[in-house]
């Protein structure tokens, strides 16, 4: 005789911990472990009942139906029972099962949902003989609980903790992500179900996502959105904006709140006038324009950009002016005559003598007519890099430089050579400009040199050669000692500076990529060698 166990839509039973069937046999969707019982070819001759049916372990998903099968020779007039430990659940003498969702089919199949061990066994008289023992596991999609509302609010500076439980079988792993929020969620915390976050700022505002997942269907989610309300920070992103009259003028005021800021725009202690020609406008969310359409002449002035909210306030100052931009120091290229030789390169007599001569190339943004330039230059001494002090030894040396007639670019360009310069030399050199409101900041200092042939235009070519040779030959390495100046201008002037791939031998300590300031205008200028 065949008994068979039927598991539908299979689920965690509330107040009953499962834990075994009796047969096996599963549909396709359950994975079957089966271990030999006594399994005799022919029933006993002494008609004790006996089973022919493996024992099993099966995992399935909630929901799957499963058959547990029961072949039994020699039943006779004894009962069959399903049990759990020592509670009975369903037999073929038992009228009343231990839960609704239990029920024996009219083919004596079992419907049970649950998890865990049922024992198939037959009574005998009064006495009970165990039978085969069949484990269900029923693995379920996981689910998460949040520990705190899904969304909070927190002052700037307080600690906030965030958290969520997993559900399911097997017990799902935490991962958390953020979304918006600036600070990301520390590496140790990641996989924890509660996180900490301390000293909130604006920058840990945002959505913080539990993910829960346990390979058995979808992961599940839970969301909590971490509102820090905080005092107003402005960011100005110039400090100094150059205009000019007749023209459109912008003035950007970055403000970071919460709750929302009031914005005002002052001169000294008093609020801007707005009007058609002076008006303010707000780009995205925090962007906060003041904008001058014409400029006129004593628009010229510092502004202040203003933001209050509960919390507090912040200022900031924005410096608008007529006096034109620093100017840029674009390229610049050497050339060295050789005065006493011949068309053909020979020498006349036994003097030769070499003129040196460095051409710069800078540009400067201004809206008005210039009047004229300054150029500092001097030979460079000291390993002080992008820095223009006066106090400095050797002095500096000055020149006035006429500018050019005015043309109606936005964008002034210069040129101008310096001659006479000491060969082999590596020079620093800054200049600013003048138009009738007043000079400009000086520029950044720029790096020439007057070795043969040297020139800013291959800076990308330097630079790529140099940064091939240090990964190759230093792979992952950050902190490498550099040369000195002394070493790097021998072997720039040495035969070996022709090729970059010499520096492998004449400068075996390496050297990180900042030694290339040393060469070049700022980083953008840079000192090769033909």
């Not at 005789?1 to 911990?17: K, P, Y």
């Not at 209050?308 to 050497?334: C, K, L, M, Q």
């Not at 430089?401 to 109606?408: E, K, L, N, R």
């Not at 000491?422 to 009738?436: D, G, H, Q, V």
Request: hydrophobic share 35%; glycine share 6%.
């Amino acid at each position: 005789m065949t008994f068979s166990t039927e598991v539908r839509e299979s689920q965690e039973l509330s107040g009953l911990s499962w834990s075994a069937y009796t047969t096996v046999i599963t549909t396709a969707a359950a994975a079957t472990t089966t271990a030999p019982v006594i399994t005799p070819e022919t029933p006993d001759a002494n008609g004790i009942p006996q089973f022919h049916s493996p024992q099993a372990k099966i995992t399935v998903k909630k929901g799957d139906r499963i058959l547990l099968p029961c072949k039994i020779h020699n039943l006779g007039d004894n009962h069959v029972i399903w049990r759990h430990g020592t509670n009975v659940l369903a037999g073929t003498n038992v009228s009343t099962f231990a839960d609704e969702r239990i029920q024996l089919l009219p083919d004596l199949t079992l419907e049970i949902t649950g998890i865990g061990y049922f024992i198939s066994s037959i009574l005998t008289g009064a006495f009970q003989r165990a039978g085969l023992t069949h484990s269900v596991t029923v693995h379920d999609a996981p689910t998460v609980s949040l520990i705190t509302p899904n969304s909070m609010s927190v002052f700037e500076g307080e600690n906030v903790e965030i958290g969520c439980i997993p559900h399911g079988n097997p017990l799902p792993r935490i991962t958390w992500s953020m979304q918006d929020a600036l600070i990301p969620i520390p590496t140790n915390m990641l996989n924890l179900h509660r996180i900490t976050l301390e000293k909130v700022s604006r920058r840990h505002a945002g959505l913080y996502v539990c993910h829960a997942d346990n390979g058995v269907g979808r992961p599940a989610i839970g969301a909590v959105y971490v509102r820090v309300l905080y005092t107003p920070e402005i960011e100005i992103p110039k400090i100094r904006v150059h205009g000019g009259v007749g023209y459109k003028a912008h003035l950007v005021c970055l403000v970071h709140s919460d709750p929302p800021a009031e914005v005002k725009w002052r001169i000294g202690q008093k609020v801007v006038e707005l009007s058609d020609r002076i008006y303010t406008e707000t780009v995205r969310r925090n962007e906060h324009n003041l904008v001058l359409s014409p400029v006129k002449d004593y628009d010229f002035q510092t502004y202040t950009c203003e933001a209050n909210n509960s919390r507090g306030y912040d200022i900031r100052h924005i410096e608008f002016t007529a006096v034109p931009n620093p100017p840029i120091i674009r390229r610049w290229e050497t050339q060295i005559l050789l005065k006493g030789t011949t068309g053909d390169g020979k020498a006349e007599g036994t003097q030769i003598k070499e003129e040196i001569s460095v051409t710069l190339f800078w540009a400067v943004e201004c809206y008005s007519s210039l009047i004229d330039y300054r150029l500092h230059f001097r030979p460079d001494k000291k390993n002080e890099i992008n820095s223009f002090n006066e106090d400095r030894t050797p002095p500096w040396k000055e020149m006035t430089i006429p500018a050019d007639q005015s043309t109606a670019s936005f964008l002034h360009t210069k040129t101008y050579t310096l001659r006479g310069l000491e060969p082999s030399t590596i020079y620093e050199a800054a200049i600013k400009a003048r138009n009738r409101y007043g000079w400009s900041p000086i520029s950044d200092v720029c790096y020439f040199s007057t070795f043969p042939n040297s020139s800013s235009i291959k800076q990308q070519e330097f630079q790529e050669s140099l940064k091939k040779w240090r990964e190759k030959a230093y792979p992952g390495k950050e902190d490498l000692e550099l040369p000195t100046r002394e070493e790097i201008a021998e072997y720039i002037s040495s035969p070996a500076g022709s090729d970059g791939s010499a520096y492998v031998i004449r400068i075996e300590r390496a050297f990180g990529l900042s030694i290339l300031l040393l060469l070049g205008c700022i980083v953008r200028n840079y000192l090769i060698v033909d």
